[in-house]
């Protein structure tokens, strides 16, 4: 099979690691990829939202399916022009990718197909902000409508309705560009959150793995929201009872709704999950695999990947096999840049991060390049996934901290705690 992979991150190295493996795959290119990811596969210099660009190549290599890592190119159509072209495609349709680029259309279609989620309001202009300050209390959750690359959702705490009010006029003056059009205000909601995901072929839907994910950039959950700066897998949070739970309750109406209403989904169904007291409910779908949840999956996954999302794109995955996955940890620890999330500094060079870690630690390229005298430097926020599996979840965080130690990334930081809330538990 020739498969064309477009994405340039951690999550895209941890699928090519994965899909190189396949005996199917006859031939990998990743669009525009990495470093990392050169080293496994061809790259070429298509940006992963050059929607033309990739339906070119992949006419051009006559893939017989396209991989579609990261939203961007899903939200541009690329699922479409793919179909118009007769070749597969992993990822949704741009009608069907709405349940992560409209947080307004997921909220209504939520309310249509009964899925547990806060109650919400969407807001469009200034005269909509106090009705709907005076509905909910503090904390305050305010979402921009679009994508708005992990800027767009806002937890206010205050006393007054007043820093609300200015975060929500910010949106809907153009701060975020259209994503900010409209704004989406809803109840907070107590729990734990984990990250749940499903195949899809547009009828048939499969549970395909979990994680937990740290958001905040440093230890104990602290300092500002970033695109993730660690995982683990599984979550213990997950139980087979919350996750056969959120399945029925919100995976399987979603499939079902989405074709009825006519954008059958395919591709991976990403539900970030709120688990409290009332079991779980959906904070937000998104139309790919987490990042850097999924390197830690593809660290877990037993099973051929490859035959899954072929299935996911063309129909079949009722005849496949559940999915293997080893009895073993996974834990990804992520090197960030000096300035992320805010503003990270670029051309750090980076030491130790290709020596050989043993067969249980993979380093994952993220935001990485060469420079011209051949070394990795720092191009991106997140630089590094260092990731780790273990028959405990201890053993998993100590490979990947041993392995940390051995890498410098000047002015860069990472978390030294990831995994806590799985470590601390009982038993
Ligand atoms: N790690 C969170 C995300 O991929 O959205």
Known sequence: MIVLLVGSGGRE???AWKIVQSPTLTRLVVAPGNPGIGALAEVRPVRADDVEGLLALAREIAADLVVVGPEAALERGLADRLAEAGI??????????????????????????????????????MEGI???LKRFKPPYVIKADGLAAGKGVQIIDSETDADAWAAVMNMLGGALGKAGARVVMEAFMEGEEASMFALCDGVTAIPFGQAQ??????????????????????????TA??????????????????AVEGSPYRGVLYAGLMIGAGGPRLVEYNARFGDPECQVLMLRLESDLLPYLHAAATGGLADLPAPRWRDEAAICVVLAAEGYPEAPRTGAVIEGAEADFGPDVVVFHAGVARDA????????????????RGET??????????????IRLPGGFHRTDIGWRALQRPG
């Open 13 to 15: 190295h941890a699928l």
């Open 88 to 125: 597969a495609c992993f990822g949704p349709t741009a009608s069907a990718a709405r349940l992560e680029s409209s947080k307004a259309f997921t909220k209504a279609f939520a309310d249509r197909w009964s899925l547990p989620t806060a109650e919400y309001v969407v807001i469009t202009s």
């Open 130 to 132: 106090t009705p709907a």
């Open 213 to 238: 994910d740290h958001k905040r950039a440093h230890d104990g959950d602290t300092g500002l929201n970033t695109g993730g700066m660690g995982t683990y897998s599984p979550a213990p949070v997950l």
């Open 241 to 258: 009872a919350v996750a056969e739970a959120a399945f029925e309750q919100m995976v399987e109406p979603t499939v079902r709704g989405m």
């Open 373 to 388: 005298e051949g070394r990795l430097v720092a191009a991106g926020g997140r630089v590094l996934n260092v990731c780790a």
């Open 393 to 406: 979840l201890g053993q998993a965080r100590d490979r990947a901290y041993a392995a940390v130690a051995c």
